[in-house]
Structure formats: structure tokens, C-alpha cells
């Protein structure tokens, strides 16, 4: 079994800064990508940003230039790094890991989201 456990968020004023933090635990073989997702009230979840196992990582267009994905491999985590936090950054963020188990099939596991909430 793998678990995510998400850590960070919280309240910032616009213009402030967050990090948050994921570290997956388990029987993990691999992982081979890690992504962030936000939850705003009455939205769809979408993708923030995604960082392959190359390295690569891809981001959307009202985070680009804000916002950083990065992954520590040898600690299993992801983070991702806010900065110039704009209100409309407010939602619940969850990470999401692409594992290959030592005992399972690959499949995505997600951590238990957090909140970020940012004042105008």
C-alpha cells in the first residue's frame, strides 16, 4: 500500500508566498511522475502543474512565472512552491503520484489535500 501525506498551505496575503509538501511512503518501486491539482469552491479540479520522470514538468498558463513543481527522489516527495499568490489561487491542492508498487499494479495514488487560501 502507498499513502500520500500532504503538509504546507494555509493563509497568505496576495502577493505572498507558500510551500507545499507531499511525501509518499509505502511499497513504492517507483515513482514515476508526481502533479498538483486545486479545487476551487463550485469548480472542476485542474492540473497546476506536473513533473515527469525525466525532469520535465509543465504548468498552467495562471501559474507560469509563480509557481514551481519540483520532486526529491530520495526522499519520495514533491513540493510545490507558490509565490505572488493571487486570490485566485484560493482552492484545496492535492498531489497526485504516478506509482509502480513493489506488490501492485502501477496506478495513481493522491495525497488528502490541503488549503490555500490567499486575502485580496
Known amino acids: 500500500q502507498v499513502q500520500l501525506v500532504q503538509s504546507g498551505g494555509g493563509l497568505v496575503q496576495a502577493g505572498g508566498s507558500l510551500r507545499l509538501s507531499c511525501a509518499a511512503s509505502?511499497?513504492?518501486?517507483?515513482?514515476?511522475?508526481w502533479a498538483w491539482y486545486r479545487q476551487a469552491p463550485g469548480k472542476q479540479r485542474e492540473l497546476v502543474a506536473d513533473i515527469n520522470s525525466g525532469g520535465e514538468t509543465t504548468y498552467h498558463d495562471s501559474v507560469k512565472g509563480r509557481f514551481t513543481i519540483s520532486r526529491d527522489l530520495p526522499k519520495e516527495s514533491s513540493h510545490l512552491e507558490m509565490n505572488n499568490l493571487k486570490h485566485e489561487d484560493t482552492a484545496v491542492y492535492f498531489c497526485r503520484a504516478d506509482v509502480t508498487s513493489t506488490v501492485g499494479p502501477r496506478r495513481d495514488y493522491w495525497g488528502q489535500g490541503t488549503q490555500v487560501t490567499v486575502s485580496s
Open positions: 509505502g511499497t513504492i518501486f517507483n515513482i514515476n511522475s
